[in-house]
C-alpha cells in the first residue's frame, strides 16, 4: 500500500525502506554518513543523499526519529561552586549532540517538505514500543537499546549491518502506527 522510509538522524544516519504490504524480513535497510568539517556541512550532507535516496525511491511516507530536546546524559561530576564540592548532573554528548541532532532532522524535515512528502517525527520511546514491544527499561543505556533492536531484526529475518540501521527499521514500523500514516492509508483507499 505504501513505501515508507524511517531514518535515524545522526551523523551516522541509519535508514530502512518498508513496503508495509510485504514482509518485515523483506525490508531494505541501510547507513549513511555524513561529510564535512561543521555541523552545519554535515547536516547538509546528511540532506542530499536523502535527497539522492528519495529521488531512486520515492517512499509515500517518511518516519524520523525526534531529535533530542534535551541534554543527553546522567554523567554525574564534581564542580566547585561557591568554595565548596557539588555534584551535578552532566551530558554523555553535551551540547554539541543536542545541536547536531536538531540540525541533521530539521535538514531531513526540510527534505521532505521540499519533496512534498508527508512525514512525521517519532519519539524513541513510542517507536520502540511498537518494534521491541516495550519503550522505556531503565537498565538499557545507548548500547542496550541499540543491542536490543539488532536483536529484534535478527529475530525478524531482517539484515542489518549497522546498530543505527536497525533502529530504523523499528522507526519505519512504528510509522505504520502513527495517526498520520493511517490518514496517508485513508486517503489513498478512498482515491483507489
Known sequence: MALILGIDGAQKTGFCFYDDTRSMSAMRPGLIKATGEQIEDKAASIARQICLMIRKDRPDFIAIEEPLRTMP???KRKVKFMGEQEEV???AGG???LISSNQIVGAIAAVCAIKDIPFVTISSSSWRKQFLGFGRSPGL???GWKKAARDRCAA????VT???AAEACGIA???T???EFKMLRHQKEKAA
Do not use: E, H
Open 73 to 75: 546524559g546522567g554523567v
Open 89 to 91: 548532573q552532566g551530558g
Open 95 to 97: 551540547t554539541l549532540a
Open 141 to 143: 543505556d545507548r548500547t
Open 156 to 159: 525478524l529475518k531482517i539484515t
Open 162 to 164: 549497522s546498530d543505527d
Open 173 to 175: 514500523f512504528a510509522a
Open 177 to 179: 502506527a502513527t495517526p
